[in-house]
C-alpha cells in the first residue's frame, strides 16, 4: 500500500505517518481538475461550440436573428426534459423506450380534461369547468406519468425483464391504450391560449434590446428549472450517488445496503414524470393532440443523451452533458435547413454529426 | 459463557436450490474478540458471513443480538447495528471516487439527503491517511479503478473501521495481499480490537487465522464441526491437524479425541 515498508505501520500505529490532509496540487482539484472530473460535459460543450460557430457564419445570418432562438427554445423544452431525466435510467446502465409513449398519455390526458373544462360544448360533465381545468390536466400528466413509471418498474423489478424488452412492451402498450382512449382522434385545444395554466406554461417574456424586441418562451424556464433539479439530484443527493453506484457494481450496491430497487424506480418514475410535463409542453406549444404524439421523440432524445456525453454503460453520466446535448440536437434540426440541406440530407447529415461526437468521446476517454 | 455475546446465530440453515450451503449453523462472537472462521472453499463461510451481513435472508434459524432476538434483518439493519463487512470482492464501485467508494451507502448527507461533499471528501483524506496512502498521486477524487488491488483491499478495510463498528467481518481480506499488506491488516485488526470491536475473520489460510485469532470456529460442508480456542492449541500445526482429523471423521468430538 505504501511505497518503502515501516514498522509504525506494521504494529498497527499508523497516525504517525505524515501526509496532507488533501494535496492541493492534485490534478483533480481546482479548476483542472473540474474541467478532468466533467470531461464528458465539457466535451459535449466544445461540440456544441464547434457546431453553433458553423451555423454562425454559414446560415446565412440565420443563426444571428434571434428569432431563430426564440422558435427553436419553443420547442426544444419538449426533448430537453426527457434527455435530462433520462440519465438517472441510462446510469443505472438501463434504458427506458416507453418515453414516447408516457409523452402521449401526459399530452392525452392534458388535452382531454382541458378541452372538457374550456369547451363550450363539453361532453363529460364531470369534469370541472372553467380555466381550473388545465391545471387539473397537468397534475393528472404527471401522475398517468408517474404510472407508466411504476408499470416499468413492475416488469423489470418484479417480473425481471429486461429493460430494454420491458420498457418496448410498455411503448406499444401505452400507445395502444392512448389511441383506444382518443378514439383514434385528435384534440383540438385552441382555447387553452390566454388561461391562467396557458400564460404561466407557454407564455412569453419579451426581452427588449436596443433595436428590438425578441421573446424568451416561458417553457424554457421551466426546463431550465427541470434540468436545474435534476443536476442537484443527480449530483447532489444520494438518489444520484446511488444511482452512479448501483450502475457500476449492482453486486457491490447490495453489499453495502443500498435499496436497488427503490433506486431503479426512481429511474423509471422521474422519466414518467419529465414525459407527462412534457406532453403538457407539447400541447401548449402546438394546440392539439394526436393519437400518435410523441412518437417522434425517440432518436431524438437518445441522440442527444449520447451526443451529451453520455455512456450507455452503467455508473457514469452527465446531466449537464444530456442538457448541452439536447440543445446541440434542436440546433442540427434547424441548421441543417438554414444551412440549405434539402430534406433528403438531414438524415444523413445528422448521421454524421452523432458519429462524430461519439469518437470525439471515445478519444477523449482515452 | 456468562457474558451475553455481541452477536449470535441459532440453528440457521440456506438452501441454493438444492445445494444446502448452511446447514444449522449455531455460532456466536463475544465482545472484544477476533474469531477465525475457518474452513476448506465451499465450506459454506461466505454464505454465512452474506447472511450475517445481512445480504442473504436465513431459510430458518434466528439472529440474535446483544441478547435480543433480531425479527428484519438486512444490510442496513446490519450497519445500522454497528456490523461493518470487508467483502471478499471488497463491494467497491470501480468507476466512483475514493470519497464515494467510503461513505457507499453511509452518506454524509443532510435532512434532505443532500450529500455534505466537502465534509466527507476531508473524512475521506482522514481514512487515507490512517491506512498509508500518502502518495501525493492520489486524492480523495481518484476513481478507484486506478488503484492497486491491496489499496482498493485497503479501502474496503479503511470503510469498515471508519464508522467505528461493533463487530467487523472481515471475509478473506488476505487473499492476493502481500506479506507487508497482510501484516498491516493484521496491525489494523488489533487496533479495532483494543478499541472494543469484535472481529470475525474468515480465512482458509490456518497461519494468518493462527496469528490473528483468539478463537476458532471450524465449518465443514455447511455444518459447524468444531470450536476450539486458541489455548487448547500448542501452534498452528496443531490446529491444521484438529482441523484434518475433524474433516476426516465428521465427528466434533474428534478435537478432543485428538487432545488426549
Excluded at chain 1, 151 to 180: K, M
Excluded at chain 1, 273 to 290: D, E, H, Q
Excluded at chain 2, 124 to 152: C, D, H, K, N, Y
Aim: proline share 4%; net charge neutral; with cysteine.
Amino acid at each position: 500500500m505504501i511505497e518503502k515498508p515501516n514498522t509504525e505501520s506494521m504494529t498497527g500505529d499508523v497516525a504517525a505517518v505524515p501526509a496532507p490532509v488533501v494535496n492541493p496540487a492534485h490534478p483533480l482539484t481546482g479548476f483542472g481538475g473540474f474541467i478532468r472530473r466533467n470531461r464528458n460535459a465539457v466535451g459535449a460543450l466544445i461540440m456544441f461550440l464547434i457546431f453553433w460557430g458553423i451555423l454562425l457564419v454559414f446560415s446565412d445570418g440565420v443563426f444571428l436573428n434571434p428569432v431563430a432562438y426564440t422558435s427553436i427554445f419553443t420547442t426544444l423544452p419538449i426533448t430537453m426534459l426527457l434527455v435530462v431525466a433520462i440519465i438517472f435510467t441510462t446510469t443505472n446502465g438501463a434504458i427506458d423506450l416507453s418515453y414516447t409513449s408516457s409523452l402521449g398519455l401526459g399530452a392525452f390526458v392534458f388535452a382531454y380534461i382541458t378541452f372538457n373544462s374550456l369547451n363550450p360544448d363539453r361532453t363529460e360533465p364531470w369534469i370541472i369547468p372553467g380555466s381550473i381545468g388545465p391545471w387539473v390536466g397537468f397534475i393528472a400528466a404527471i401522475i398517468a406519468g408517474i404510472l407508466v413509471g411504476l408499470l416499468n418498474s413492475l416488469l423489470v423489478l418484479r417480473f425481471r425483464l429486461t429493460p430494454f424488452i420491458a420498457t418496448l412492451g410498455v411503448q406499444f402498450f401505452i400507445r395502444g391504450l392512448v389511441v383506444i382512449l382518443s378514439d383514434a382522434k385528435g384534440i383540438p385545444v385552441p382555447f387553452i391560449e390566454g388561461t391562467s395554466f396557458y400564460n404561466m406554461c407557454c407564455g412569453r417574456i419579451p426581452i427588449t434590446l436596443s433595436d428590438q424586441t425578441i421573446e424568451f418562451p416561458n417553457q424554457m424556464v421551466w426546463a431550465l428549472l427541470f434540468f436545474g433539479i435534476t443536476w442537484l439530484l443527480y449530483s447532489k443527493h444520494t438518489i444520484g450517488r446511488h444511482t452512479r453506484i448501483v450502475g457500476d457494481n449492482e453486486e457491490s450496491a447490495r453489499e453495502m445496503g443500498i435499496p436497488i430497487n427503490r433506486v431503479k424506480a426512481f429511474s423509471y418514475v422521474y422519466t414518467g414524470i419529465a414525459a407527462g410535463i412534457a406532453g403538457t409542453l407539447f400541447i401548449g406549444t402546438f394546440y392539439t393532440f394526436w393519437p400518435d404524439t410523441g412518437n417522434g421523440y425517440l432518436l431524438p432524445v437518445l441522440t442527444a443523451v449520447f451526443v451529451g456525453g453520455n455512456p450507455l454503460v452503467g455508473g457514469t453520466g452527465t446531466v449537464a452533458g444530456a442538457f448541452i446535448g439536447s440543445i446541440t440536437v434542436a440546433f442540427i434540426d434547424t441548421g441543417l435547413i438554414a444551412l440549405g440541406f434539402v430534406d433528403v440530407y438531414t438524415q444523413f447529415v445528422y448521421g454524421i454529426v452523432l458519429i462524430i461526437s461519439l469518437l470525439g468521446f471515445r478519444t477523449a476517454r482515452r | 459463557m456468562t457474558e451475553t455475546p455481541l452477536f449470535e446465530l441459532r440453528n440457521v440453515s440456506k438452501s441454493f436450490g438444492t445445494i444446502k450451503a448452511s446447514k444449522n449453523v449455531s455460532l456466536h462472537v463475544g465482545h472484544r474478540e477476533i474469531v477465525g472462521l475457518l474452513g476448506d472453499n465451499g465450506a459454506g463461510k461466505s454464505t454465512l458471513i452474506k447472511i450475517i451481513s445481512g445480504v442473504y435472508a436465513p431459510d430458518s434459524g434466528e439472529i440474535w443480538l446483544r441478547g435480543k432476538r433480531v425479527d428484519h434483518w438486512s444490510v442496513a439493519a446490519a450497519r445500522n447495528s454497528g456490523i461493518e463487512t470487508v467483502f471478499q470482492d471488497r463491494a467497491l464501485a470501480r468507476q466512483q471516487t475514493i470519497v464515494d467508494n467510503m461513505f457507499m451507502g453511509r452518506e454524509i448527507t443532510n435532512r434532505l439527503g443532500f450529500i455534505k461533499e466537502k465534509q466527507q471528501i476531508e473524512a475521506a483524506a482522514e481514512m487515507m491517511r490512517s491506512i498509508g496512502f500518502t502518495s501525493a498521486l492520489l486524492s480523495p477524487l481518484s476513481q478507484v479503478m486506478w488503484l492497486s488491488g491491496g489499496e482498493q483491499q485497503g479501502i474496503a478495510i479503511a470503510r469498515a473501521l471508519y464508522f467505528n463498528a461493533e463487530m467487523i467481518l472481515l471475509d478473506e481480506p488476505t487473499t492476493a495481499l502481500s506479506l507487508h499488506e497482510t501484516y498491516k491488516v493484521f496491525g489494523f485488526s488489533r487496533q479495532a480490537r483494543d478499541k472494543g470491536s469484535s472481529i470475525l475473520f474468515i480465512s482458509h489460510n490456518i497461519y494468518h487465522a493462527w496469528d490473528l485469532c483468539d478463537r476458532f470456529i471450524i465449518l465443514d460442508r455447511g455444518t459447524v464441526t468444531s470450536q476450539i480456542h486458541k489455548s487448547q492449541m500448542r501452534d498452528a500445526e496443531d490446529l491444521i491437524k484438529t482441523m484434518e482429523l475433524v474433516a476426516k471423521t465428521g465427528k466434533a468430538e474428534a478435537a478432543q479425541d485428538y487432545r488426549k
